[in-house]
């Protein structure tokens, strides 16, 4: 008997504990019922138009919501989330709070909402996750101070997420920190080429560290003549010269203009009978450093634009070396022969890096050429100070508003460690 008794306590608890755990889970469930309702409703009084409901009642429903989703499950507040993005009136704490959600929920509201400003924008791209930052780097419009604050943290994938969108707007700030970031990823190269803020300072300067396919588009685009310019300073070449071209400013400006390329005075001084002479001289005898001063000078370069472009692995520097001042086709493999590279692949073709720098060399004019030459010549050398040598040294890139474009380009080439 003493058994039985205890046989029927314990089903009789079992079934008490199970009526009891029931009775909670369904109350549970009513009570995320009306979570659910009530939050679907608040949400829905935001959304009023502006005509039916004041300001006031909107930011009240707004802060009775932001409550309610601190302790809401998920799929409530991506339900929210999905209800306020297209309102152009919703209230921007709950817009915020939302933003800075998981992923889940915060996608919405990133890539979509209007009603986010800038200010939101940088601060909640300060303090979420990189899959957050390329949500937002997808956005339609992305203005240039948003941009600023993303690339700040130079995430690949959101790095060339906002360089592919046509809608976002990229600041100097930002193209410069990219810039400097895509001498070791030739990704951003071919990304920042096709933007329309790229500057001619910022092409030419990715020159040096482009690969081919690159490389090419560089000059495609940036190889331009120079007949404005030459045009309208034509007066100002005879008042320098008749001053003794005493002001540096101008006879560095004026030198980047000028349409004769060769030096007419460091040939005059040269041992050489001229510039072909040096550089068959220097086929003969190897290319040596008194050489390599001497081509430059009689190409119109300095020694450090000179010594750059013949180090240069690609090649194609050289082309536009030989172009621009009007050396023959020729003389690219004398060239080549100086600088004990190989002319032929081993079944005797011709070898590709010499076929490529050939092809370049004929596909780009004299002029074209001349105006590379001259920006290289005039970026590399022109702002080479005591102050912009030590920035190099310590692999420092100096202030554009402090130095200028040309210690900027200098520094980003010279430090390439390429």
């Given at each position: 008997?003493a058994?039985?008794?205890?046989?029927q306590?314990?089903e009789?608890?079992?079934?008490?504990?199970?009526?009891?755990l029931?009775d909670v889970?369904?109350?549970?469930?009513?009570?995320?019922?009306?979570?659910?309702?009530l939050?679907?409703?608040?949400?829905?009084?935001?959304?009023?138009?502006?005509?039916?409901?004041?300001?006031?009642?909107?930011?009240?429903?707004?802060?009775v919501?932001?409550?309610l989703?601190?302790?809401?499950?998920?799929?409530?507040?991506?339900s929210?989330?999905?209800r306020l993005?297209?309102?152009?009136?919703?209230?921007?704490t709950?817009?915020?709070?939302?933003?800075?959600?998981?992923?889940?929920?915060?996608?919405?509201?990133?890539?979509e909402?209007?009603s986010?400003?800038?200010?939101?924008?940088?601060?909640?791209?300060?303090?979420?996750?990189?899959?957050?930052?390329?949500?937002?780097?997808?956005?339609?419009?992305?203005t240039d101070?948003?941009?600023?604050?993303?690339?700040?943290?130079?995430?690949?994938?959101?790095?060339?997420?906002?360089?592919?969108?046509?809608?976002a707007?990229?600041?100097?700030?930002?193209l410069?920190?990219?810039?400097?970031?895509?001498?070791?990823?030739?990704?951003?190269?071919e990304?920042?080429?096709?933007r329309?803020?790229l500057?001619p300072?910022?092409?030419l300067t990715?020159?040096w560290?482009?690969?081919?396919a690159?490389?090419?588009?560089?000059l495609?685009?940036?190889?331009?003549t120079?007949?404005?310019?030459?045009?309208?300073?034509?007066?100002?070449?005879?008042?320098?010269?008749?001053?003794?071209?005493?002001d540096?400013?101008?006879?560095?400006?004026?030198?980047?203009?000028?349409?004769?390329?060769?030096?007419r005075?460091?040939?005059?001084r040269?041992?050489?009978d001229?510039?072909?002479h040096?550089i068959?001289?220097?086929?003969v005898?190897?290319?040596t450093?008194?050489?390599t001063?001497?081509?430059?000078?009689?190409?119109?370069v300095?020694?450090a634009?000179?010594?750059?472009i013949?180090t240069?692995?690609?090649?194609e520097?050289?082309a536009?070396?030989?172009?621009?001042?009007?050396?023959?086709?020729?003389?690219?493999?004398?060239?080549?022969r100086?600088?004990?590279?190989?002319?032929?692949?081993?079944?005797?073709?011709?070898?590709?890096?010499?076929?490529?720098?050939?092809?370049?060399?004929d596909?780009?004019?004299?002029?074209?050429?001349?105006?590379?030459?001259?920006?290289?010549?005039?970026?590399?050398t022109a702002?080479?100070?005591?102050?912009?040598?030590r920035?190099?040294?310590?692999?420092?890139?100096?202030?554009?508003?402090?130095?200028?474009a040309?210690?900027?380009?200098a520094a980003?080439?010279?430090?390439h460690?390429?």
């Amino acid at each position: 008997m003493a058994g039985l008794a205890i046989s029927q306590m314990n089903e009789d608890g079992s079934s008490t504990v199970a009526m009891a755990l029931k009775d909670v889970a369904t109350e549970v469930e009513d009570d995320a019922a009306v979570r659910r309702q009530l939050a679907k409703r608040l949400a829905d009084v935001i959304c009023i138009p502006a005509s039916q409901l004041t300001p006031q009642e909107r930011h009240m429903a707004g802060d009775v919501l932001v409550e309610l989703l601190r302790s809401a499950d998920v799929d409530i507040r991506e339900s929210v989330a999905k209800r306020l993005v297209m309102l152009n009136e919703a209230p921007r704490t709950i817009l915020v709070i939302l933003a800075k959600d998981e992923i889940r929920v915060a996608k919405h509201i990133l890539e979509e909402s209007r009603s986010l400003t800038d200010s939101d924008l940088i601060q909640i791209a300060h303090k979420v996750s990189s899959a957050h930052r390329a949500v937002i780097a997808k956005r339609r419009k992305i203005t240039d101070s948003v941009v600023d604050a993303m690339v700040e943290f130079l995430e690949e994938d959101v790095v060339e997420t906002l360089l592919k969108n046509k809608g976002a707007n990229f600041s100097e700030t930002a193209l410069q920190r990219i810039l400097t970031v895509s001498r070791s990823h030739q990704t951003y190269v071919e990304l920042l080429i096709k933007r329309d803020e790229l500057r001619p300072s910022h092409g030419l300067t990715m020159f040096w560290w482009a690969d081919a396919a690159n490389r090419k588009k560089i000059l495609h685009r940036f190889g331009v003549t120079r007949h404005v310019l030459q045009e309208t300073c034509q007066d100002l070449f005879p008042k320098a010269a008749a001053d003794g071209w005493t002001d540096a400013g101008v006879r560095k400006a004026l030198q980047f203009i000028e349409r004769r390329q060769r030096n007419r005075a460091a040939i005059t001084r040269s041992d050489f009978d001229g510039l072909e002479h040096a550089i068959e001289t220097a086929e003969v005898q190897g290319l040596t450093r008194k050489l390599t001063e001497e081509i430059s000078y009689m190409s119109g370069v300095k020694p450090a634009t000179g010594a750059q472009i013949l180090t240069d692995k690609g090649g194609e520097a050289i082309a536009i070396l030989c172009k621009a001042p009007g050396l023959k086709r020729d003389y690219i493999n004398k060239f080549w022969r100086a600088l004990k590279r190989p002319l032929h692949d081993l079944d005797g073709s011709m070898h590709p890096d010499l076929k490529r720098v050939m092809e370049t060399y004929d596909t780009i004019s004299t002029d074209k050429a001349q105006t590379v030459l001259r920006y290289w010549n005039w970026s590399l050398t022109a702002s080479l100070n005591a102050d912009v040598l030590r920035y190099i040294k310590n692999g420092v890139i100096p202030r554009e508003e402090e130095f200028g474009a040309a210690a900027i380009t200098a520094a980003l080439v010279f430090s390439h460690k390429g």
